[in-house]
């Protein structure tokens, strides 16, 4: 059984201009131990789709479609329900790790008080296994850092207490919201390495949110490309990568700096997608990509593609899928 | 922390110290000639001459400032030339009076205060919200007097229940409470305003914080995010400001003792300004600006213990 499964997740925001539409009918499963990656822009529906999953949207949002939680349906849950399982079965860490911590308790008492709320530890007892969680997330001299408040701390050492904080009560989803995006490069290996372990020895599931393809190559399973709240691409990490199905993909590939790829503008300069994602106010009429997309024709003016299989577990919504490259903009491998 | 507190003492002393300057320089340089308000306005030399040498106003500024503070420190602020008592033992009776009206007052404040400015920040855009926040404003609108002179024409003259004025020592409980309600509310009601606006607008902010977002995402319920995280971080904003407040509540004291004919050290302020009785003046000068002092070293001490950041930085230092 799929550990999160979510199916036709939709999230409206009511803003003073209209509706406006965030995630558009996105589904995706993660497997035990599995760690599924959610690509895409700024702005794509990502953060939104992890926030709708973890019931914790904006009080202008609202949300309608299925989650389930090993294949219990949370969706519907209230507040007080959905609190029990929130921190102790499914948790969450974010982007911004030097805001994400309390500033004025210490780090101990902030991991510490999931511990209290989900497994009633004394407070104590939670002291004790805060030290054990720092240590596990490679913070030296945890006994003594247990007592720091988060200004002592740099900003990968916040974001390890997040993932402290985290997996505490062994979840069995873990949502990772741009997890290295702040951090510097070398601190961002690190990261990335703490959570790759820690989803080894608690066989956790993750959901990793990035933009950063070296991210997902580096630890990912598989891959769920968002565009404008759709989902426009999945498969395997690697066949993903190899083949690539959907223009949109493409072009996300084109604009990662790879010494290793002989990149098709001649100038040897980075690929771009021209344009910006659009906000949807109404479900769209044509292919959401269109605006911006190099193999466009009036087949693709007509309705949103659904997703296709174009291989044995890779899936892309669009008309005229391939790895065949007719613009510039795209990768050429060598 | 022990050190920044000590640090803390210590620059309150010295500003104790410049204080004590500026209430000398001060009371000196009002207009009007003290010899001549003590001799009853007489024009003769020699009276005039002799209560200079008696209260040592023909000595240079520097010296009578000297000699005062030597004085001063020893507890001994002088006498009343007026009423002959020593100022240190008028001041000792009327002290406690203030302080119980300000602190009653402090409490009213937040009382009303604080939890309205809560329930504002959480049901932000709601009737409540509304309600509390225009109140507030007529709240921060009213004058002192004028709301002193209301509740004295409302609850003594029409309904009776609270007496109109005077003052009953805390011997008596009972009476001293139906005496400093009126006056403790009158005094109290800007405050309540000023620490409602200043806990709704911190609770807004810490309410939109990341950290929100984190004890939510942990599963704390919604009374822990709220009386928990943002509450503390709210607090710090709010402490600061309530400290800094308190000075008005003595200012405050001066205009609502006169309403209320409370015999504190605010009418004590404006009798000795009245009738020119210089050490008085000084003394109950100095005793304010100490108050003043001592308030915003405690609220320094109270900001350290509610905010890590400074606590740790200034120990380090």
Known sequence: MARLEVEDLHVRFDTDEGQTLAVNGVSFSVEPGEVLALVGESGCGKSMTAMATMGLLPPAASRSGSIRLEGREISGLSGREMRRILGREISMIFQEPMTSLNPVFTVGYQIGEVLRRHEGLSRKKARLRAIELLDLVRIPAADRRVDEYPHQMSGGMRQRVMIAMAVACNPKVLLADEPTTALDVTIQAQILDIVRDLQHQLDTSVVMITHDLGVVADIADRVVVMYAGHVVETGAVDELFASTQHPYTLGLLGSVPRPDLVLADVQGRLAEIPGMVPTLHEPPTECVFAPRCPRVSDDCRTEMPRLAETAPGQWAACVHPGVARAHPTEVVLP | ?317
């Open chain 2, 1 to 317: 922390m022990q050190w920044y507190i000590l640090r803390r003492v210590g620059q309150s002393l010295v500003t104790l110290f410049i204080a004590t300057i500026v209430v000398f320089v001060g009371v000196r340089a009002l207009p009007g000639d003290a010899a001549t308000a003590l001799s009853a306005e007489t024009s003769n030399p020699k009276v005039l001459q002799a209560i200079r040498q008696e209260y040592g106003l023909d000595q240079p500024v520097p010296v009578q400032y000297v000699r005062w503070l030597g004085h001063a420190i020893q507890g001994d602020l002088g006498q009343s030339p007026k009423t002959g008592i020593s100022v240190s033992q008028t001041l000792a009776e009327r002290l406690p009076v203030t302080l119980e009206l300000a602190g009653l007052a402090l409490i009213i404040a937040l009382a009303i205060g604080l939890p309205i400015g809560i329930l504002a920040a959480v049901r932000r855009g709601s009737v409540a919200d509304y309600v509390a926040s225009t109140t507030a404003l007529v709240g921060l609108s009213v004058p002192h007097f004028w709301l002193g002179i209301l509740f004295i024409l409302g609850f003594a003259v029409s309904l009776q229940w609270l007496p109109a004025s005077g003052f009953v020592p805390l011997t008596d409980p009972l009476g001293n409470l139906s005496h400093m309600a009126m006056p403790a509310v009158v005094l109290g009601i800007g405050l309540a305003a000023v620490v409602m606006r200043q806990m709704r607008s911190a609770m807004l902010e810490s309410l939109g914080a990341d950290f929100v977002r984190t004890a939510r995402a942990k599963g704390m319920s919604e009374r822990v995010v709220v009386g928990i995280h943002v509450l503390r971080n709210s607090l710090i904003t709010v402490v600061t400001v309530v400290g800094l407040q308190l000075g008005t509540l003595i200012s405050g004291a001066v205009i609502t003792e006169q309403i209320f004919i409370i015999p504190g050290i605010g009418k004590l302020t404006i009798d000795s300004v009245f009738s020119r009785d210089y050490p008085s003046l000084q003394g109950v000068v100095l005793i304010t600006a100490t108050g003043y002092i001592v308030a915003n070293l405690l609220v320094d001490i109270a900001y350290s213990l509610l905010n890590p950041r400074i606590r740790v930085s200034g120990g380090a230092a």
